[in-house]
Nanobody, 115 residues
Framework: QVQLVESGGGLVQAGGSLRLSCAAS????????MGWYRQAPGKQRELVAT???????NYADSVKGRFTISRDNAKKTVYLQMNSLKPEDTAVYYC?????????WGQGTQVTVSS
């Protein structure tokens, strides 16, 4: 079993920054892909960014140049540095960790950007 603990969400003004963290624990031999998704009220969950075990990253067009995903394999942790935040970034952010071909989701952390 894999457990994920997210942290770092909160309320920030437009133009501000936040850093999300997601730490994995449990029966983990190795972690494949890691990523972040978000879901705004009334909308479907959407991809924000992913990063492979080799460090290759992929971003949604809406966050390119503003968000940076990274991972610390020794700590089994994935991060999302969010800069130049906009009100439209307001959502619940979920981390995703792929272990042994199975997807595991974090509990979600609220990010609210005020205008």
């Amino acid at each position: 079993q894999v457990q994920l603990v997210e942290s770092g969400g909160g309320l920030v003004q437009a133009g501000g920054s936040l850093r999300l963290s997601c730490a994995a624990s449990g029966s983990i031999f190795s972690i494949n892909a890691m990523g972040w998704y978000r879901q705004a009220p009334g909308k479907q969950r959407e991809l924000v960014a992913t990063i492979t075990s080799g460090g290759f990253s992929n971003y949604a067009d809406s966050v390119k140049g503003r968000f940076t995903i990274s991972r610390d394999n020794a700590k089994k942790t994935v991060y999302l540095q969010m800069n130049s935040l906009k009100p439209e970034d307001t959502a619940v952010y979920y981390c995703l960790v792929v272990v042994g071909g199975r997807n595991y989701w974090g509990q979600g952390t609220q990010v609210t950007v005020s205008s």
